[in-house]
C-alpha cells in the first residue's frame, strides 16, 4: 500500500527564498495553462492535448521576456503543476458525468499569491535525494535540514514540500509500505461516534471528548481582535496574521495526535472494528457544526481504515440509517423516538440502556452480520 510519511524541514534563509521563488513559478505556470484552456473553451477550440499545453506555458514561456524566470526553478516542479491542473479537470469530468461518487466537484480556479498554503512536488525525474548526513537535497534549492521522526520504510517516489499557514515547512514523502499483520486478537468492537463522548465502545469504554478547539477559544479570539485592530497591509498585520495561524496549527497538531493514538490502540487490541457511516458533511451544516468540526470524526475514520488495512485488521462502516440509538441490543426491539436528550432508556423487555452504549453494541452486531465468510456470504445470513 501507498502512505504518506510527513516530516518538518528547516530551510535557511536562501533556501526559503529559492521555496518561494519556486511556489510562485508553479503558480503561475497553473494559472497561464487555466487560462489557456478557458480561452479555448470560450472560442470553440477543441481541448488543448497535455503536449502542446506544456510546450506552449512552459517551453516557449521560457524563451519570452515575461517569463525567462520559469528557468530558475526545477522544470519538475513546473510539470507537476501542470498534473495536477490535469487532475482537477479530470475530477470535474468525472463528477459532472457521475462517474465520481460523493458531492459535485467545481471546475479548477485560479490559485492566488495570498494563499495561506503553497506546496511543490518533485518526483524521481527531479533527482532529489537524502543525503548521508540526513538532508534533503533538492534540485536549485539545496541542502534542506529534516528532522526525522522515523526512518523511511522505502525509497519514495516523490517528495511534496509544503508551507503551512503559520509559516512551518513540511516534506511529505509517498512510499510504497508493504502489510505488516500484527498477531491474532480475540476481541472486535464496535464504536458510536459523538459529541459529549467522542467515542463509545461496545464493551463500555468512554473516551472523553478533547475539544481542542472549545478550550483554545480564548486565546483565539484574543489574537482575532488584535488582528482586525491592524491596518491592513501593515506589518503588524502580517505578524497578528502569523499569530492566529500557529493557534490554529497547534489546534489541529493536538487534534491529529489524539486521533493516531487512539486509532493505533483500538487497531492493536481488536481483531475486527465496526463504525457508523457518519454524514458530517450534513452534520456540519448543524448548529452543532463547530464542535462536530471540532470532533474530528472523518479524519479519526479515515486513520482507523487505513491501519486496519495495513496491520491487517477488519474495518467496515455500518450504514447510517441504521437505528443503532432505538434498538434494544437485548431483544431487537426497535423505539419509536429517541431525542437526542435522552441518554438511558428502558426497553419493554425490561432492559435498562445506556444511549451510547447500546448503540455501540448494535454497530458491532450490525458489521458482524455484514462481514463476508470465506464462501463470499455474509457471517450471518438472513432467513
Same mark, same amino acid.
Given at each position: 500500500?501507498?502512505?504518506?510519511?510527513?516530516?518538518?524541514?528547516?530551510?535557511?534563509?536562501?533556501?526559503?527564498?529559492?521555496?518561494?521563488?519556486?511556489?510562485?513559478?508553479?503558480?503561475?505556470?497553473?494559472?497561464?495553462?487555466?487560462?489557456?484552456?478557458?480561452?479555448?473553451?470560450?472560442?470553440?477550440?477543441?481541448?488543448?492535448?497535455?503536449?502542446?499545453?506544456?510546450?506552449?506555458? !512552459?517551453?516557449?514561456?521560457?524563451?519570452?521576456?515575461?517569463?525567462?524566470?520559469?528557468?530558475?526553478?526545477?522544470?519538475?516542479?513546473?510539470?507537476?503543476a501542470l498534473a495536477d491542473l490535469n487532475t482537477a479537470y479530470r475530477n470535474w469530468f468525472a463528477?459532472?458525468?457521475?462517474?465520481?461518487?460523493?458531492?459535485?466537484?467545481?471546475?479548477?480556479?485560479?490559485?492566488?499569491?495570498?494563499?495561506?498554503?503553497?506546496?511543490?512536488?518533485?518526483?524521481?525525474?527531479?533527482?532529489?535525494? !537524502?543525503?548521508?548526513?540526513?538532508?534533503?537535497?533538492?534540485?536549485?534549492?539545496?541542502?534542506?535540514?529534516?528532522?526525522?521522526?522515523?526512518?523511511?520504510?522505502?525509497?519514495?517516489?516523490?517528495?511534496?514540500?509544503?508551507?503551512?499557514?503559520?509559516?512551518?515547512?513540511?516534506?511529505?514523502?509517498?512510499?510504497?509500505?508493504?502489510?505488516?499483520?500484527?498477531?491474532?486478537?480475540?476481541?472486535?468492537?464496535?464504536?458510536?461516534?459523538?459529541?459529549?463522548?467522542?467515542?463509545?465502545?461496545?464493551?463500555?469504554?468512554?473516551?472523553?471528548?478533547?475539544?481542542?478547539?472549545?478550550?483554545?477559544?480564548?486565546?483565539?479570539?484574543?489574537?482575532?481582535?488584535?488582528?482586525?485592530?491592524?491596518?491592513?497591509?501593515?506589518?503588524?498585520?502580517?505578524?497578528?496574521?502569523?499569530?492566529?495561524?500557529?493557534?490554529?496549527?497547534?489546534?489541529?497538531?493536538?487534534?491529529?495526535?489524539?486521533?493516531?493514538?487512539?486509532?493505533?490502540?483500538?487497531?492493536?487490541?481488536?481483531?475486527?472494528?465496526?463504525?457508523?457511516?457518519?454524514?458530517?458533511?450534513?452534520?456540519?451544516?448543524?448548529?452543532?457544526?463547530?464542535?462536530?468540526?471540532?470532533?474530528?470524526?472523518?479524519?479519526?475514520?479515515?486513520?482507523?481504515?487505513?491501519?486496519?488495512?495495513?496491520?491487517?485488521?477488519?474495518?467496515?462502516?455500518?450504514?447510517?440509517?441504521?437505528?443503532?440509538?432505538?434498538?434494544?441490543?437485548?431483544?431487537?426491539?426497535?423505539?419509536?423516538?429517541?431525542?437526542?436528550?435522552?441518554?438511558?432508556?428502558?426497553?419493554?423487555?425490561?432492559?435498562?440502556?445506556?444511549?451510547?452504549?447500546?448503540?455501540?453494541?448494535?454497530?458491532?452486531?450490525?458489521?458482524?452480520?455484514?462481514?463476508?465468510?470465506?464462501?463470499?456470504?455474509?457471517?450471518?445470513?438472513?432467513?
Amino acid at each position: 500500500m501507498r502512505l504518506r510519511y510527513n516530516f518538518r524541514l528547516y530551510p535557511a534563509p536562501g533556501q526559503q527564498q529559492a521555496l518561494a521563488r519556486a511556489f510562485g513559478c508553479a503558480r503561475v505556470v497553473f494559472n497561464d495553462a487555466l487560462r489557456v484552456r478557458e480561452d479555448a473553451h470560450a472560442a470553440g477550440l477543441p481541448y488543448l492535448p497535455d503536449a502542446e499545453l506544456s510546450k506552449l506555458v !512552459i517551453t516557449q514561456a521560457k524563451k519570452t521576456g515575461g517569463r525567462a524566470w520559469l528557468g530558475e526553478v526545477s522544470a519538475v516542479v513546473l510539470q507537476q503543476a501542470l498534473a495536477d491542473l490535469n487532475t482537477a479537470y479530470r475530477n470535474w469530468f468525472a463528477s459532472v458525468s457521475g462517474k465520481r461518487k460523493g458531492r459535485r466537484v467545481a471546475p479548477p480556479r485560479f490559485r492566488s499569491r495570498k494563499d495561506r498554503r503553497q506546496a511543490i512536488r518533485f518526483t524521481r525525474n527531479a533527482r532529489f535525494t !537524502i543525503t548521508p548526513g540526513g538532508k534533503l537535497r533538492l534540485p536549485k534549492i539545496g541542502d534542506v535540514r529534516v528532522r526525522w521522526s522515523r526512518p523511511l520504510p522505502s525509497e519514495p517516489s516523490s517528495v511534496t514540500v509544503i508551507k503551512d499557514a503559520a509559516g512551518r515547512y513540511f516534506a511529505s514523502f509517498v512510499v510504497e509500505t508493504t502489510s505488516e499483520p500484527l498477531p491474532q486478537a480475540a476481541a472486535e468492537v464496535g464504536i458510536d461516534l459523538g459529541l459529549t463522548h467522542f467515542a463509545v465502545t461496545s464493551d463500555g469504554r468512554k473516551i472523553t471528548s478533547p475539544r481542542f478547539l472549545r478550550r483554545a477559544e480564548r486565546r483565539l479570539r484574543k489574537a482575532q481582535q488584535a488582528l482586525s485592530r491592524k491596518a491592513k497591509g501593515s506589518a503588524n498585520r502580517r505578524k497578528a496574521a502569523a499569530k492566529v495561524a500557529r493557534l490554529h496549527a497547534r489546534v489541529a497538531d493536538a487534534r491529529r495526535d489524539h486521533h493516531h493514538k487512539l486509532s493505533t490502540r483500538l487497531i492493536r487490541d481488536n481483531q475486527a472494528v465496526y463504525v457508523e457511516d457518519l454524514c458530517v458533511s450534513g452534520l456540519g451544516r448543524t448548529r452543532l457544526a463547530k464542535s462536530v468540526h471540532d470532533a474530528g470524526w472523518s479524519q479519526f475514520v479515515a486513520m482507523l481504515e487505513y491501519k486496519a488495512e495495513r496491520y491487517g485488521r477488519t474495518f467496515a462502516k455500518v450504514d447510517r440509517w441504521f437505528p443503532s440509538s432505538k434498538l434494544c441490543s437485548a431483544c431487537g426491539t426497535v423505539a419509536e423516538s429517541m431525542p437526542l436528550n435522552i441518554r438511558a432508556w428502558a426497553c419493554p423487555c425490561g432492559t435498562v440502556h445506556d444511549r451510547d452504549v447500546n448503540a455501540a453494541k448494535n454497530i458491532l452486531a450490525a458489521g458482524r452480520a455484514d462481514r463476508q465468510n470465506a464462501c463470499g456470504g455474509t457471517v450471518s445470513p438472513s432467513a
